[in-house]
């Protein structure tokens, strides 16, 4: 049965519940005045109820007897017995037609004609008075035939919820410590048996209290388009609204919590998003506004989507306002990107109406929006296209009390992370983590990314130390999208927590979000992350996004040089391979590798790999005893395992390799720190050691050579796009790319497809095969076309 | 008007904080202690399955010396929050024998903050303290 059904068949019951005893007091009292009200009241809802629903005899009924009722409180009649049985005979239809809803089953048959017509004052008729009484016996045998049908749903308040479920916390508790005792004491195979099922039950149990609390998000929805009905009559505008995923369910209090910021966005796009209809049929539009609202759950979090088929945020509008209030400067707004422009209304202060409506009021607004996503551990953001409309996305967590975390410890104490922040967990020992420090400040390069590092020791002042190779690192993602580093002593495990509030003098440090009880009954502190990151600055603020994004351009063009890998071979020699290569760094047992005459293989998480770096001939390789690193090598399709002795660190190199005179396993020698470091040849190892499966042979990309333009921007797209970059001059190609203002004749003969790039957009629109430079997407969809013309 | 109140040793003084006001009296396992939390959270411990905030009563009034631990602990409840103080003593429930009435020239710095007045009872005048105030911290205070 339809939820919203329920809801009204359970009130109508309470109801009736409550006033049988007022029903027989007025039927003996019928001068009652308290009592008729409460009866009239019921008739009352149960009329308004049926409105709602498609029950046109339910609510005839209702309709009468009301009106009648509202005679006698008007002292137009007179209440006297015969009115007083034909009341009652509605509300035992009434009673009746609510139990066959409930059923599910049709509607009773008969006219309901007749105990309408006994509520009219000259009804006399002596059949009616039969008709009216035969169908009160009717309704009392049926009463009596189904029996009296227990409630299928029950309200409770929250608070009893809440107990059970630390009851079963208690429980589950009680349980873990039985469970230390019992493995104390030893195998006892009459115990273990029930205990076992002990505590299969119990994890039922506790799955069952979680969902009690659940609610489906259409309890947020219900309420939502009469608020856009009233909100678009005040402003002229016309708007439908759609929902979607209404069965998502997600914890009651968090429903509580994200009313009031979703109820914002909606009237944020009604007042601002959605035009008026003469204006929306000017621009092309349908004159009635669109707006939807989309659920969906991905995990232990939800996603909501809020879009409006408005006029979209105006980013130079918002861009101004922004340095009119003093948020940015226009130096610092120009070198933002349209993304982060929009982003500036979720700043305190800045509010994009021109006038304050009573709507929408004035500056307090999305900052507040943002401030109460955040506080339940979600996040929001927005993108928009202007004349399109506007598309709010908010990512909460499914519920408030349990959240899934991450358990750290420093010097002993653990400390709980929620997950929704971790991105990646390394260890300080990896080689693709380095620390640096610069003054005070820890920092961290992970795979190539230069990242602020807080060590948690630093951050609760226990015993505090400078980040090092011996903690393990928690990468922290914030809502804003800054990344950080956090190093602590140990990572234990990742547990599903419930998190109860702190006293409020623990919760002034700023640094803790909760506490929780660990399985083994030692209360642990959740970390508030946000606020930790912005005490220490990492939080970058408006001012700083620019600043940062120019940094972010320069590393990029820095980065335009070759990373390397490098290593010490199991003969000793200084080497280093292109990082972009190596997928993985492993450790394997010496008794993991098969080496013979013509075949070196190595076994990794149960797998036979090729092995490499054991010298040419692999009859004299000498495998070393105990654990021996390898390289996963990977060219995206196949990987190679490379055995090293020792892994050194990785290097940018941003001069050319000098050649490798014949060796042609190199691809040429580096310098690195003044030393000469060979590079091994990936290309050629992979060719070499291709592996019996054939991988699909990549299309091949022929790109004009000794163009700084080409090496450096178009060849990696042209990578990405799923080519190989033409490396021999011999070599077929199956597309060609060519550079049409350098006036080189193409030769075409040998690619099926040429793409033409030019540096003058104008041209490039004059021909169908051209392309201009900086045009990415027609570039890669021209890239496209030549593979699928390829494979057709 | 007569009101159960326990009492308490703290920093050798006899005080006493209502007895309706004590959910129960524990012995205190582990404190695991809370960086960068005020002086006087001694830090959480677990009583069946929640948390307790463990408040240092000698920090929290000033007082210098440690509190030993050992003793056992009031569990009070203040605003949804639980508490276990952290004293010197708990001595034993008795009935207060007069009104809440104040003591010319205050009961001195420290103690004049939490203060809520002075009753007589068998074991001679004691200081009523109001645990909301005690909980609250010095710094609280001072705010």
Same mark, same amino acid.
């Given at each position: ?51 709602? @629903? ?113 009851? &079963? ?64 009559? =005040? ?5 439908? &609204? ?5 069965? &998502? ?14 109820? %914002? ?45 408005? !006029? ?10 922004? $340095? ?15 993304? *982060? ?10 509010? #994009? ?90 920092? $961290? ?112 063009? =820095? ?33 993991? @590798? ?46 190679? !395992? ?19 005179? *014949? ?71 199956? &597309? ?16 099926? %497809? ?39 | ?65 440690? #509190? ?25 429930? $008795? ?49």
């Amino acid at each position: 049965m339809d939820d919203l059904l329920a809801e009204f068949v359970a009130e109508t019951r309470e109801m009736l519940e409550a006033i049988e005893g007022e029903l027989v007091a007025w039927e003996a009292e019928p001068s009652d005045r308290a009592r008729l009200d409460n009866i009239f009241r019921f008739v009352h809802t149960v009329k308004g109820n049926c409105g709602f @629903f498609d029950f046109p005899r339910l609510e005839k009924l209702s309709h009468a007897a009301e009106g009648v009722l509202a005679e006698v409180r008007a002292g137009r009649r007179h209440a006297d017995s015969r009115l007083v049985s034909a009341v009652l005979a509605i509300i035992d239809r009434i009673t009746q037609m609510t139990t066959a809803i409930e059923a599910g089953e049709e509607l009773p048959e008969g006219s309901d004609e007749f105990l309408i017509a006994a509520l009219e004052g000259d009804a006399s008729d002596v059949g009616e008075t039969v008709a009216m009484h035969s169908a009160q016996e009717e309704a009392e045998t049926k009463t009596t035939d189904t029996g009296p049908q227990a409630p299928r749903s029950i309200r409770l308040p929250v608070e009893l919820l809440d107990r059970v479920m630390s009851g &079963v916390s208690d429980m589950v508790l009680a349980r873990n410590d039985l469970a230390r005792r019992l493995r104390d004491a030893g195998n006892e195979p009459t115990l273990d048996g029930p205990f076992e099922r002990l505590s299969g039950i119990l994890s039922d149990v506790r799955e069952a209290i979680t969902k009690m609390r659940m609610q489906r998000i259409e309890h947020l929805y219900n309420a939502i388009p009469r608020l856009v009905r009233d909100l678009s009559t =005040e402003l002229d505008k016309q708007v439908m &609204v759609d929902f979607e995923g209404g069965d &998502v369910e997600l914890d009651r209090e968090m429903i509580e919590m994200i009313r009031d910021p979703v109820t %914002h966005l909606i009237r944020n796009a009604i007042d601002h998003g959605i035009e008026k209809p003469s204006e929306r049929l000017k621009s092309g539009k349908r004159e009635i506004g669109m707006l939807a609202i989309a659920a969906r759950q991905s995990g232990n979090r939800i996603t909501i989507v809020i879009s409006d088929d408005g !006029a979209g945020l105006n980013a130079d509008k918002i861009g101004k306002k922004a $340095v009119a209030s003093g948020l940015v400067s226009q130096k610092e707004l120009d070198a933002m990107p349209p993304e *982060s422009v929009t982003d500036l209304i979720f700043e305190a202060g800045l509010s #994009t109406a021109d006038e304050v409506s009573a709507v929408s009021g004035r500056g307090v607004g999305m900052d507040v929006v943002r401030a109460n996503i955040e506080k339940i551990g979600g996040t929001i953001t927005v993108s928009s296209n202007p004349g399109e409309g506007t598309m709010f996305f908010l990512q909460i967590p499914l519920t408030l009390s349990i959240i899934s975390a991450l358990t750290v410890s420093v010097d002993g104490q653990r400390f709980a992370i929620p997950q929704s922040y971790v991105e990646e967990i390394a260890h300080g020992a990896s080689a693709s983590v380095e620390f640096s420090r610069v003054g005070e400040t820890d920092l $961290v390069t992970f795979r190539d990314r230069r990242l602020p590092c807080l060590t948690l020791n630093n951050v609760l002042g226990v015993k505090p130390r400078a980040a090092g190779w011996d903690q393990r690192l928690v990468l922290l993602r914030l809502g804003s999208g800054d990344l950080f580093a956090l190093a602590v002593d140990k990572i234990h495990d990742q547990e599903d927590l419930v998190i109860k509030p702190l006293a409020p003098a623990v919760m002034q440090t700023g640094t803790y979000a909760g506490t929780t009880l660990l399985d083994d009954g030692s209360p642990v502190l959740m970390l508030d992350i946000p606020t930790i990151a912005s005490e220490n600055g990492l939080v970058s603020d408006v001012r700083a996004r620019p600043a940062q994004a120019n940094i972010t351009e320069k590393t990029a063009v =820095e980065e335009r040089g070759r990373t390397l890998m490098t290593f010490v071979g199991l003969d000793g020699k200084r080497r280093a391979i292109g990082m972009e290569l190596v997928a993985r760094i492993d450790q394997v047992p010496d008794e993991a @590798f098969a080496v013979d005459d013509d075949r070196s293989q190595v076994v990794v998480d149960g797998n036979i790999m090729t092995l490499v770096g054991v010298g040419n001939k692999a009859a004299n390789a000498e495998i070393p005893t105990g654990n021996v690193k390898l390289l996963r090598l990977s060219d995206s399709e196949r990987e190679l !395992a490379y055995a090293v002795a020792e892994l050194g660190e990785s290097v940018v190199i941003t001069e050319d390799l000098a050649s490798p005179e *014949s060796d042609k396993n190199l691809e040429g020698v580096a310098l690195i720190e003044g030393k000469p470091v060979p590079v091994v040849d990936g290309y050629r190892l992979f060719a070499k050691h291709g592996g019996a499966a054939t991988p699909v042979e990549k299309l091949v990309c022929r790109l004009p050579e000794g163009d700084d333009w080409v090496d450096r921007m178009l060849q990696p797209l042209v990578a990405a796009a799923g080519y190989r970059v033409a490396s021999d001059a011999d070599e077929t190609a199956d &597309v060609t790319i060519a550079l049409a203002d350098k006036a080189e004749t193409i030769e075409a003969s040998d690619a099926s %497809h040429v793409i033409k790039i030019h540096s003058d957009p104008d041209a490039a629109a004059a021909n169908d095969d051209s392309v201009y430079r900086y045009d990415r997407a027609a570039l890669e969809n021209a890239l496209r076309k030549a593979r699928i013309g390829d494979r057709s | 008007m007569r009101e159960l109140i326990v009492i308490l040793d703290i920093a050798g003084r006899r005080v006493a904080i209502p007895a309706v006001e004590v959910q129960s009296v524990i012995e205190l396992d582990d404190i695991y202690p809370v960086p960068r939390a005020p002086g006087y959270v001694a830090g959480l411990t677990a009583m069946r399955s929640q948390s307790l905030t463990v408040i240092d009563c000698r920090k929290a009034l000033g007082q210098d010396g440690t #509190t030993e631990r050992g003793e056992r602990s009031p569990v009070i409840e203040v605003d949804g929050h639980l508490y276990a103080l952290l004293v010197d003593g708990v001595d034993d429930v $008795v009935e207060t024998q007069s009104d809440i009435t104040p003591v010319a020239g205050g009961f001195g710095k420290e103690w004049e903050h939490v203060a809520q007045g002075m009753v007589e009872t068998d074991r001679g005048p004691t200081l009523l303290i109001d645990i909301h105030k005690l909980i609250g911290g010095r710094t609280a205070i001072a705010a």
